[in-house]
Nanobody, 125 residues
Framework: QVHLVESGGGLVQAGDSLRLSCAVSGRTVSTIEVAWFRQGPGKEREFVAA???????TSYATSVPGRFTVSRDNANTVYLQMNILKPEDTAVYYC???????????????????WGQGTQVTVSS
């Protein structure tokens, strides 16, 4: 069973950077898809970024390319580097794991089987 724990959230000012971490246990990250989603106050959950199994291809929401970067390391952790943060990036950020997520479903939360508890990111203006 895959277990995920997010960390790295906090309160920052607009223009600052943060790096979120998602510690994965139960499966090697290179064999699963791992995605980041977020849910802002009063908003629905939305896809942010994903990294695919094996070769590590990445996908991003149209609102974040060039500002956010998803990556993974050999310590079974997936990261979300967030730069030039904006107040509208304020949300609870979740990482999620899926096994065999096809490209057409990469941004669909229902394609993922395991979720972390979330980490709060607050960006002040």
């Amino acid at each position: 069973q895959v277990h995920l724990v997010e960390s790295g959230g906090g309160l920052v000012q607009a223009g600052d950077s943060l790096r979120l971490s998602c510690a994965v246990s139960g499966r090697t990250v290179s064999t699963i898809e791992v995605a980041w989603f977020r849910q802002g106050p009063g908003k629905e959950r939305e896809f942010v970024a994903a990294i695919r199994r094996y070769r590590g291809g990445t996908s991003y929401a149209t609102s974040v390319p060039g500002r956010f970067t998803v990556s993974r390391d050999n310590a079974n952790t997936v990261y979300l580097q967030m730069n030039i943060l904006k107040p509208e990036d304020t949300a609870v950020y979740y990482c999620a794991a899926g096994m065999g997520v096809i490209d057409s479903n990469i941004a669909d939360g229902f394609a993922y089987d395991a979720w972390g508890q979330g980490t709060q990111v607050t960006v002040s203006s």
